[in-house]
């Protein structure tokens, strides 16, 4: 049956490359050229929001921005810069409903786990990813940090737990400034009932697919300190 499954979701999405259209192996939707040449975060980049800096920095540094903010979070790291082939796969895979892409940008995520800061957390920790507000999943049909955190765990072999749930609908993030969005954000989670116990004294990877400003990263981050994690990062494909 399985077998079937798949034969037919290779029929409805053949093998190739999502971008240059490259036949290639089963299960798979970016090749390795077109994956080399996405725009990787490289170093100098923030330690804290993980925002790539041009020029010549010397050693671990926080950016200005990164001084003012209070985070709930640890630090946050991303693999590739919001741009050009990156934020065309995000976009597929969001607002396309290309589901397919969701093992290709797991990958693309783990690379960010190379981070020494992350050695930690393989042992005993989990994924949790973003959530979003029930009648907003509905209507796109999945959660996109939700699936990617699925195919990284298969990948990794770190759990991953569907620990958040978004109690309230809030106004799209994109439009609004940073303050706009704290407030916006405010309340907006809380962890569910039954994996209460799976988060206490637990180290979190915390997913999404896109850091921004961090503002939603960080109420998450609030809500599952509270609810008694020991440490929390944040991993994203993108960095705005």
């Not at 923030?46 to 010397?58: A, F, K, L, N």
């Not at 985070?71 to 810069?81: D, P």
């Not at 597929?92 to 190379?114: G, I, S, W």
Request: positive net charge; aromatic residues 8%.
């Amino acid at each position: 049956m399985q077998r079937i499954v798949s034969r037919l979701f290779d029929f409805i999405y053949p093998a190739t490359c999502h971008l240059c259209e490259t036949g290639l192996s089963h299960g798979r939707h970016l090749c390795s050229g077109c994956a080399h040449a996405l725009p990787v975060i490289e170093p100098p980049f923030c330690q804290q929001c993980g925002e790539m800096y041009d020029g010549q920095i010397d050693g671990p540094f926080t950016c200005p921005n990164c001084h003012k903010q209070d985070y709930h979070f640890s630090f946050a790291r991303a693999s590739l810069q919001s741009e050009g082939s990156a934020r065309e796969l995000i976009h597929a895979f969001k607002y396309q409903r290309q589901v397919h892409l969701a093992p290709d940008l797991a990958k693309l995520a783990q690379r960010a786990l190379e981070d020494a800061r992350f050695s930690n957390y393989p042992d005993s920790g989990i994924i949790v990813p973003v959530p979003l507000f029930w009648r907003r999943q509905q209507k796109r049909g999945f959660n996109q940090s939700e699936q990617i955190a699925i195919h990284l765990a298969k990948q990794t072999g770190i759990p991953t737990l569907n620990a958040l749930k978004r109690t309230r609908n809030t106004a799209t993030q994109t439009r609004f400034s940073r303050t706009k969005r704290l407030q916006n954000l405010k309340g907006a989670f809380s962890p569910r009932s039954r994996y209460l116990k799976e988060l206490s004294n637990r180290r979190i990877i915390l997913l999404d697919d896109v850091f921004t400003t961090g503002s939603t990263a960080n109420e998450c981050a609030r809500t599952l300190s509270k609810h008694g994690a020991s440490d929390i990062a944040i991993l994203t494909v993108l960095r705005g």
